[in-house]
Structures are given as structure tokens and as C-alpha cells.
């Protein structure tokens, strides 16, 4: 069981916006930056969104990243096939350090 | 260009400890901010931390794996190294090691697969 909350599934169609949702607590989404990481299958994850709202570069600016609260959520616009992954909120808690999400898998439909 | 590689055993035996060492490059473990993380995940689950390593030799462990965790770095050989004792088929997964800033992992290995079995 995860520290932080995600659906376990979203889905969209190409063009589409989807959000996914990450939920924490006062002890790390409410104290501290929130990180996004996209994994495609069977690659390693790389980091799409860094404190909340901010893009590494190369990343598209379709992905963004908002917090507010103890909450966090990821959008992407333009929903494109290459998109289908699983997407991984991750942040840092006072009492059990780095901490990620269950996960979102994202199916383009 | 920031590499990362993990190696270790891909089999070890229930009870036995897993040493698993990140070869890296690209950057400087004595760099202000940077820190390795120890990240894995177990077939079909999420990603879960086990151990970070910073530049100023502050460590942080998963809570629920401290006691069985080591993390150590070789600043000089730019590698870290990860031992967990008392393995268990539980922990079979594909062990990653990554750097960055702080929390922010910005650079991943391709991960190392690990089974536990007898």
C-alpha cells in the first residue's frame, strides 16, 4: 500500500486532455515538492515533472504539473499513443523519506 | 552525458545478502545537492525507495528495510553500493539505481532484475 494515492488506471483518445491525481498528507505532499516520473513498459522511469510544476528539458509542454495542498495532479494534453505508460507521482515525507505513488497506468485508446 | 549501471547477482538464495554496486558517470558525488537513490520494484508493483546517498554523506533509509540496508559510495571510483541482508522471495525485483538533485531523479540505470529463490 502506497504512501501516496493514485487511480490505478485513466484512459483517454488521442487529442484528449487526461489528469491523474495524487494524494498524500500534510507530511509530504503538503510539506514538500512534488516529482512526476513516466515509465514505459519495460524501460526504466524518467522524470517528467520536478517541484510540482516544472519541466526537465526535452520534456513536452504538453505534460504539466500542479499542487495544491496535499494534493498533486499531472495533465496531459494532446493525448498522443506514445503516451501509454505507467505515470508515478513521488515525493519526500518526514518520516519515511522518498516516497512514490502506486502508480497510474495510462491506456490511449 | 550522466550514466548509471547497476550489477550485482541476478540470483540469490533466500537468506543470503544481495550487494549490488551503481557504476556511474557524468557527474560528481561530491557535487553540493547531488544524491543515488536505490529504487525497486517488484514485477507488476510500484516503485518503492530503499536507500539514498548524498553528497554530504547524509543517508536515508526506507523505515521498513533499515535494518536490513546498507548504502555506501567510493567517491573516487564513482560508485555506490547497495547490500540488503536476509533476502527474501519478496524481494525479487528490478533493483534501479538513479541521481539527481535531492529527490528529483533526473538520471536512471537501466535497472538490474534480482529473483530470490531457493
Known amino acids: 500500500q502506497s504512501v501516496l494515492t493514485q487511480p490505478p488506471s485513466a484512459s483517454g483518445t488521442p487529442g484528449q486532455r487526461v489528469a491523474i491525481s495524487c494524494s498524500g498528507s500534510?507530511?509530504?505532499?503538503?510539506?514538500?515538492?512534488v516529482n512526476w516520473y513516466q515509465q514505459l513498459p519495460g524501460t526504466a522511469p524518467k522524470l517528467l515533472i520536478y517541484?510540482?510544476?516544472q519541466r526537465p528539458s526535452g520534456v513536452p509542454d504538453r505534460f504539466s504539473g500542479s499542487k495544491s495542498g496535499t494534493s498533486a495532479s499531472l495533465a496531459i494534453s494532446g493525448l498522443q499513443p506514445e503516451d501509454e505508460a505507467e505515470y508515478y507521482c513521488?515525493?519526500?515525507?518526514?518520516?519515511?523519506?522518498?516516497?512514490f505513488g502506486g502508480g497510474t497506468k495510462l491506456t490511449v485508446l | 552525458q550522466i550514466t548509471l549501471k547497476e550489477s550485482g547477482p541476478t540470483l540469490v538464495k533466500p537468506t543470503q545478502t544481495l550487494t549490488l554496486t551503481c557504476t556511474f558517470s557524468?557527474?560528481?558525488?561530491?557535487?553540493?545537492?547531488?544524491?543515488v537513490a536505490w529504487i525497486r520494484q517488484p514485477p507488476g508493483k510500484a516503485l518503492e525507495c530503499l536507500a539514498l546517498?548524498?553528497?554530504?554523506?547524509?543517508?536515508r533509509y526506507n523505515p521498513s528495510l533499515k535494518s536490513r540496508l546498507t548504502i555506501t559510495k567510493d567517491t573516487s571510483e564513482n560508485q555506490v553500493v547497495l547490500t540488503m541482508r536476509n533476502m527474501d522471495p519478496v524481494d525479487t525485483g528490478t533493483y534501479y539505481c538513479?541521481?539527481?538533485?535531492?529527490?528529483?531523479?533526473?538520471?536512471w540505470g537501466q535497472g538490474t532484475l534480482v529473483t530470490v529463490s531457493s
Open positions: 538513479a541521481s539527481g538533485k535531492y529527490w528529483e531523479l533526473q538520471s
Open positions: 557524468g557527474f560528481s558525488l561530491t557535487t553540493s545537492g547531488v544524491g
Open positions: 546517498i548524498y553528497w554530504d554523506d547524509d543517508i
Open positions: 500534510s507530511s509530504n505532499i503538503g510539506s514538500y515538492p
Open positions: 517541484s510540482n510544476d
Open positions: 513521488a515525493g519526500w515525507d518526514d518520516s519515511l523519506n522518498g516516497v
